[in-house]
């Protein structure tokens, strides 16, 4: 698992980006894969830990999956 900050959530469309530790880059995440939490209680700047998988949308990219809030 990683680790990262949630960056920005964009709630009125269910989703949102996090802040790998380390990186550079953000990494998306949809609402639907948040495990052990609820969305709209998220906030800014939460450490978290997910997995990644490659975007189906986008094969080039990843998206966060199995996230869950630590702190």
């Known amino acids: 698992?990683?680790?990262?900050?949630i960056?920005?959530?964009v709630?009125?469309?269910?989703?949102g980006f996090i802040r790998?530790?380390?990186a550079e880059e953000?990494?998306?995440f949809h609402s639907s894969a948040l495990t052990g939490g609820i969305f709209d209680e998220l906030n800014?700047?939460?450490n978290v830990e997910f997995d990644t998988e490659s975007d189906?949308?986008?094969p080039k990219r990843s998206r966060?999956?199995?996230?869950r809030v630590t702190g």
């Open 56 to 58: 189906p949308r986008d």
């Open 64 to 67: 966060a999956i199995n996230v």
């Open 20 to 22: 790998p530790d380390g």
């Open 26 to 28: 953000d990494i998306f």
């Open 44 to 46: 800014e700047g939460q």
């Open 1 to 5: 698992m990683a680790n990262g900050q």
């Open 11 to 15: 709630r009125d469309r269910g989703f």
């Open 7 to 9: 960056k920005r959530l």
